[in-house]
């Protein structure tokens, strides 16, 4: 086993399972925030690029999972799906003595597996799925529980769990049955932007205008508008209605978009991501 600045004396506030790049924007989010200090937090890691980036700042590191989730009031799930089975298989028990809420931020796997394989109350345990601009402080997290937790002891855990997810952007408790369709929305949704952003690009420079300043334009448009949505709470028609004169370039750019079957082709983009999702899901 290998440690760094590792009490096994000490009850961390928080831990992770997993180090990579969401663990990473999570858990840094929480130290630059005031929620945790680094002395109060462990990971656990294979890979020791992801394991310098917390040692540098003084957070203790171990390759032993139990040392997380025997000795950790708050443990995040954050490894790769695929690797669920090898960490479940690695643990010395199934009481965690210290653990207070257990959150899975794995992909595909559905609550009730985590139930059977870790034996824990159903109110400390929580499916959340974070997206990619949480990295930046700007995502959005959407979270689940089991349908049979204890509605007193979920209405304690619970505001926890949204608290901590507050700190790399919105939270917004569903039941899990809408996860995977959420998830192609919120999840999958940050490449769709991605891609409207490099195909807007590439019509401006089709026009002349130079690659940098096409992407710029383009991912500030979007941006924006985004948070307009956000901030007006007007109805995304009547945004779109403010932009759109009578007879001019907006609204020829919006016919072509319908012809083109844009809107359509979002839909359906949702609806495969969703089942694809579903299908993962049922194969763990």
């Not at 443990?75 to 210290?98: D, M, R």
Request: proline share 5%.
């Amino acid at each position: 086993m290998s440690t760094s600045n590792y009490d096994p004396h000490k009850i961390y506030e928080i831990g992770f399972i997993g180090a990579g790049n969401m663990a990473q924007a999570i858990g840094l989010a929480f130290i630059k925030k005031g929620i945790c200090q680094p002395e109060n937090l462990i990971v656990s890691s294979p890979s020791e690029n992801n394991k310098k980036v917390w040692r540098d700042i003084g957070v203790a590191v171990t390759t032993d999972n139990n040392a997380v989730f025997c000795n950790t009031k708050i443990v995040f799930l954050a490894t790769k799906p695929q690797y669920f089975p090898k960490v479940v298989s690695e643990l010395f028990t199934t009481v965690f003595g210290s653990l207070n809420i257990l959150i899975s931020i794995m992909v595909g796997i559905p609550l009730n597996v985590l139930q059977e394989s870790f034996k824990v109350n159903p109110s400390v345990l929580f499916k959340v799925m974070p997206n990619t601009p949480s990295l930046i402080g700007e995502g959005f997290s959407v979270i689940s529980h089991l349908s049979d937790a204890n509605l007193e002891e979920i209405s304690v855990t619970l505001p926890k769990v949204k608290f901590l997810m507050s700190a790399v952007g919105g939270a917004e408790v569903i039941p899990e049955s809408l996860m995977d369709a959420a998830g192609a929305i919120s999840g999958s949704g940050p490449a769709y932007a991605f891609l409207i952003i490099e195909a807007l690009a590439d019509g401006g420079v089709k026009q002349g205008i130079p690659r940098d300043l096409a992407v710029r334009l383009a991912a500030s448009a979007i941006a924006g508008g985004s948070r307009m949505v956000l901030e007006t709470g007007k109805h995304t028609g009547q945004l779109k209605d403010m932009v759109t004169s009578a007879g001019g370039s907006t609204i020829a750019a919006l016919h072509a978009l319908e012809k083109g079957g844009v809107r359509s082709a979002m839909m359906d983009a949702v609806e495969a991501a969703t089942n694809r999702s579903k299908e993962m899901g049922e194969k763990k």
